[in-house]
């Protein structure tokens, strides 16, 4: 049985939590936050602590925290030589002190603490200093998750840009299209059917192949008379920007 412990108390941390405390194989021993309420609903109280001197040594340690406070938190722990991890997708593995071993244990998926997550469709990349600690990353990951990579740091910066991309930026302009209707009195569901054939679309084919679109025609007319249309400044410089990209590149949003 793999025994650890998680430092956090925010999205990542919770999710985290929920699924270790079903995972077979796999002691929880502690969390640490500073709000113990934070996390009472998830774990026994008594497994929780906000003093970093009462952190016990155990095979692994998570920590869950903003990409920032991550080596901050990492020079408080009370222990040397023990295989210590971040969650982050674009913090470096040494941003762990050093006084520990290194690690990153980066789960791929955007979280929200009132959205439950399925973790075992949830990639989980790995990156380790050692093939011993690899592996024990390895078997933690598998206890929750049916998919798991070995990435190193470099890899692991662009997968969170490209994952940027895919998911936040999209869910900004789903915002933007939130906007238009609000302002022109409809409701924005009428638009759910086509994001999600439009998501359902990208399993089967390429984003190229996915692509569709008065960009992607280059139907001059169409493009002019929706940009004449708009008449925020910011939703008129996003669509030139990404009709131009799409026109240059084939692609379209």
């Known amino acids: 049985m793999i025994r650890l412990s998680i ?5 990542v941390a ?16 502690q969390v640490f936050s500073r709000k113990a309420a934070s996390v009472s609903h998830l774990i026994p109280i008594d497994k929780v602590t906000s003093d970093f001197s009462q952190l016990k040594p ?5 920590i ?52 439950e997550v399925d973790f075992k469709i949830i990639p989980i990349c790995l990156e380790a200093q050692n093939v011993k600690d690899f592996e024990i990353l390895e078997t933690v990951a598998k206890s929750i998750s049916n998919t798991v990579y070995e990435i190193n740091t470099e890899q692991r910066k662009a997968l969170h840009i490209a994952a940027v991309f895919v998911s936040n930026f999209v869910n900004h302009l789903y915002q933007i299209g939130n906007d238009i209707c609000i302002e022109n009195e409809l409701p924005f569901t009428i638009l759910k059917p086509l994001i999600q054939e439009t998501a359902n679309k990208i399993l089967t084919l390429s984003p190229e192949e996915a692509q569709t679109g008065p960009a992607k025609r280059k139907d001059t007319q169409t493009l002019n008379a929706q940009l004449n249309f ?16 799409i026109i240059d590149n084939g692609k379209e949003l």
Do not use: C, W
């Open 7 to 11: 430092i956090g108390s925010g999205n």
């Open 14 to 29: 919770q999710h985290l939590i929920q699924a270790f405390s079903k995972a077979t194989d796999i002691e929880l021993v």
């Open 58 to 62: 155990v095979d692994l340690t998570i």
């Open 64 to 115: 869950a925290v903003s990409d920032d406070a991550i080596a901050n938190v990492s020079k408080q722990l009370p222990f040397e030589n023990q295989f210590i991890v971040h969650t982050s997708g674009s913090v470096s593995i040494e941003a762990i002190d050093s006084k520990n071993r290194q690690g990153v244990f980066y789960p791929l998926q955007t979280f929200s603490k009132s959205k």
């Open 230 to 245: 708009l008449t925020d400044a910011t939703q008129k410089e996003i669509y030139k920007m990404i009709t131009k990209s």
